[in-house]
């Protein structure tokens, strides 16, 4: 029976039935100790990256992982363009297959295999290995496989600049700060790797030369101008700086570094950091048993997913992001079952709140208590505000069963929040402020990801928290409506920066509207709205492409429906008061039609945001809650009779 035979009246009775098994199936996925983590798979640059990090240290090869890991990036090689994408599907990416074409030939693929044929043929096609990014740049030149030449000036002595300079580490995000940091004692080392095998890819050059090419959004022709002869000069003095005062910056890389090692979870939390890192500590001669060395070394092992017959290395993990967003599935669902296996995970996540270390954070905002929750199992000079507002939303949704068991973590979440609201009224995802636009024009930023301005969807999680805990007419409240008003587009959607893309982002800020008291009339919520019912496809779902994040973009362009992205588009729609639109039923439709036999939803799709045009996200967990999500909630409000959304998510 198709769900299109459904009679209207015996829907909710199905959806009923769907949001059960789902609930059952999620709740099988969830660890011992009440956590869930699912896999978070990025493009193929990570795990090439690994296969290249144990060659460049000379470690002893792993031929079982090595194998793996040859079958996964020879499974996603694109049977279109021969190369590799950034996500599922993706176009050509200059970048990633030249990383991909040398780990498989690290591996030990005969460079006159077809698939190694056809990948150099395209990487050639694209201009060679002359025209891939900063990172990739480096990464080769490590290998003495490309020239530093090519690779814009960063100098060591950055670290020592004060704060005031334009071009300071703290004016960069998190993620850029520990991943260049390092990266700044190679690029004054210039180490070369031990590549005992001797493999290189002369092969993928070609006669013609490359520029860089900026993926950062408002670049200006003026500052790039600028930094660019800043780069030539910087070239041409590198030579000159005095070796004490190198030696004095590189002594306060090591020492960023040692702080924020953060144990096995790894520098930052994130592969390229902690990579760098290891990298950092053997070209200064730290031995393999150094206890600093061997918890950075360590720190990557555990990002590795290994299965029967492949294996890739995650970007990081996702246990908070998972675990927070699988309780409010489950909360929404009901039942003893699921909201014992709710409590189960909020109870996990309580210790894990930052409340002693004050992060970078801190530099912008030193007079604020820490509070927040980070995304990863561990990483607290780096708590996110989104990670955060989610946690908070969680355990607030569940005092009138555990009463004030909660109310210290919900109250210490929400002082840090305020307090890192920026000044435009949103908030960023891990800074406040953190806005020098100008920066984007260094050579080195080509990747367009240098900063962590305030965005629509974290600002409207904030927005979502505070209203949902009875804030709605503050004057922080009024500066960030004030934003995302700013922030909507003309055709009513917002943009998604953590997720793809603006059916993300108008399902987070539908949400935040509907929390604090923005009825289904108010302009905002009303273009939001018809938006999304606009854009849904003719299957009942909703899809959208990782290509929605061109520069170019001049409107969505349909793409097949996904199960997390149907998930969003009707929470969005049913908290614009949307729950008996006809296009809330067709999107239950779509799911109940969709749901897998194990009760869950398949999805290969990428839907999630990691740098806009740089790097995209596969949470194998979105299929998996945002889907009973949206079921359930359309059970509870038509069984309620009753179209108000009482929760900001």
Known sequence: MTTDTIERARLVDEADAVAT??????????RDDGHWVFELEADATIPAEYVLLRHYLGEPRDEEIEWKIGVYLRRIQSDAHHGWGLFHGGAFDISASV?????????GDDVDAPHMVRARAAIHKAGGAAAVNVFTRIQLALFDAGPWSVVPTLPVELILLPRWFPVHLS???YWARTVIVPLLVLAAKKPVARNELG????ELYTAMRAKLESRAAGTKRAWTAFFGAVDVVLKAVEPLWPKGTRERAIEACVDFVTERLNGE?????IYPAMANSVMMFDCLGYPADHPARRVARTSVEKLLVVKEDEAYCQPCVSPVWDTALASHAMLEAGGDEAEARAAAGLAWLKPLQVLDVKGDWAEEKPDVRPGGWAFQYNNAHYPDLDDTAVVVMAMDRVKERVGPAYDEAVARGVEWTVGLQSKDGGWGAFDADNSYHYLNNIPFADHGALLDP????VTARCVSMLAQLGETDSPRMQAALAFLEKEQMPDGSWFGRWGVNYIYGTWSVLCALNAAGLGDKHPMVRKGADWLIHIQNLDGGWGEDCESYALDYKGYTPAPSTASQTGWALLALMAAGRVDHPAVERGVRYLIATQAEDGLWGQEKYTGGGFPRVFYLRYHGYPAYFPLWAVARYRNLKRANDPHVAYGM
Do not use: C, E, H, W
């Open 21 to 30: 098994r789902a609930a059952v199936a999620l709740g099988k996925l969830q």
């Open 99 to 107: 990383k991909a074409y040398f780990a498989l030939k690290m591996i």
């Open 171 to 173: 004016k960069m995000s």
């Open 199 to 202: 493999v290189k890819v002369d």
């Open 265 to 269: 979870d790894g520098l930052g939390a």
């Open 454 to 457: 305030p965005t629509s969807d």
